[in-house]
């Protein structure tokens, strides 16, 4: 498969992933969580999908698209171990998180999402989902939508 049709694939998982957990949380209260900015166009989905939620985003830098820009009372920029740490010890709850990190290392971007899944953990709801383009460890994986091939994108619910 080319990187072209890759890149299609993974972006068709992420649109109609986002689409289903905002479907599932649609009756649930918390904020939603964009773990990775980079150009805002998950970000900017979720904003469109999820109007009335705070949008929480962590990123090293702000390097989005000048129409992406979150409020930056939401934008926690710095390490993403230390921002979510931070996240999860106020009183803010996620129901749906969107982790996108990665720079196309499989083995790098395995461990590092290994490392940040407790992390997570700690920021969300009971019940919360988890949509994520790397594999989580220790979380319960559900089923993705039928629309996304196996292990192109990976779906975890917080036990309630």
């Known amino acids: 498969m080319s990187r ?5 694939r993974r972006l068709s998982a992420q649109r109609d992933g986002l689409n289903w957990a905002a479907t599932e949380i649609s009756n649930t209260q918390g904020d939603v969580l964009e773990i990775g900015l980079g150009n805002g166009r998950t970000y900017d989905h979720l904003r469109e999908l999820l109007p009335l939620r ?3 985003v962590i990123d090293r830098q702000l390097s989005c698209h000048p129409t992406c820009t979150p409020p930056k009372a939401d934008f926690l920029q710095g390490e993403a171990e230390d921002m979510l740490r931070n996240l999860s010890e106020t009183e803010h709850r996620v129901s749906l998180a969107h982790y996108d990190f990665g720079i196309g290392v499989e083995e790098k971007d395995q461990a590092e999402a290994a490392h ?3 992390l997570i953990a700690k920021t969300m709801r009971p019940g919360g989902i988890i949509v994520s383009g790397q594999p989580l460890i220790g979380l319960p994986r559900i089923a993705a939508p039928a629309s996304i091939p196996k292990d192109r994108y990976f779906f975890y619910r917080i036990a309630s």
């Open 4 to 8: 072209l049709e890759s890149m299609l």
């Open 54 to 56: 705070r949008i929480w």
């Open 116 to 118: 940040l899944t407790p």
